[in-house]
């Protein structure tokens, strides 16, 4: 059982689109996190959410919390967010995390 | 640079071994989590320390044990090492191991099991 559900898998894009990528959980949680992972392997947190909606820069992270839901948005893609993103949830002293969505952008 | 160190960056070992990896947290973060990445489990996590003690246990495997000392860096030790233990080992620190922190994220152990 996946207590972390993202979507899609994988995303190709033209540099300038706007991007959505999705997590849906089964769990209550106090907080979710997203995650960027670089080709080469490195972590990077981009957002913490625990309500609401959060913006840095060209990316938007939002969450509902009753429908148990977030949502990622990059507007004017560009090649260098090719990357894996990667939701993770925080129910009580426990990690769940999807199991990535592959965005390329292409110039 | 997150400020997170692990060592070694990669590490090559046969089945049966015993390997210890190194995590130095960014200076003045309490909290050091480990998190284990397979190709087939996607990204795990194992265990989650707060100044020297154990806070947080997720899915580590009884041959795995780890340790926070008293200057904050933390060891993951991994016995009986099995080909299923390849994978990308990453440690992630935090002030102070709330969960609505934003965790800063080691560059990782590449460790493969032959």
């Known amino acids: 059982k996946n207590e972390v559900e993202q979507s899609p898998q994988n995303l190709t894009a033209q540099e300038g689109e706007f991007i959505t990528i999705n997590c849906s959980y089964s769990?209550?949680?106090?907080?979710l996190h997203w995650l960027q992972q670089h080709p080469g392997g490195g972590i990077v947190s981009l957002f913490m959410?625990?309500?609401g909606k959060k913006k840095h820069g060209r990316l938007i992270a939002t969450i509902n919390i009753q429908e148990k839901h977030s949502s990622l948005h990059i507007t004017a893609s560009h090649p260098r967010d090719s990357a894996v993103y990667i939701c993770?949830?925080?129910?009580?002293?426990?990690?769940?995390f999807g199991t990535g969505t592959s965005l390329t952008v292409i110039p | 640079d997150s400020g997170v160190t692990q060592t070694p960056k990669h590490l090559i070992t046969a089945t049966g071994q015993r390997v210890t990896l190194r995590c130095s947290p960014r200076s003045g973060d309490l909290s050091v989590y480990w998190y284990q990445q397979s190709l087939d489990q996607g990204l795990q996590f194992l265990i989650q320390?707060?100044?020297?003690?154990?806070?947080a246990k997720g899915n580590i495997l009884e041959r795995f044990s780890a340790q926070q000392f008293p200057d904050l860096h933390s060891e993951l030790n991994l016995s009986s090492l099995e080909l299923g233990d390849s994978a990308l080992y990453f440690c992630a620190s935090c002030p102070s191991g709330r969960s609505q922190e934003t965790q800063y994220f080691g560059p990782g152990t590449r460790l493969l099991v032959l």
């Open positions: 959410l625990s309500s």
């Open positions: 993770a949830v925080i129910p009580l002293n426990q990690f769940y």
């Open positions: 769990v209550g949680i106090s907080a």
């Open positions: 320390y707060y100044n020297g003690e154990e806070r």
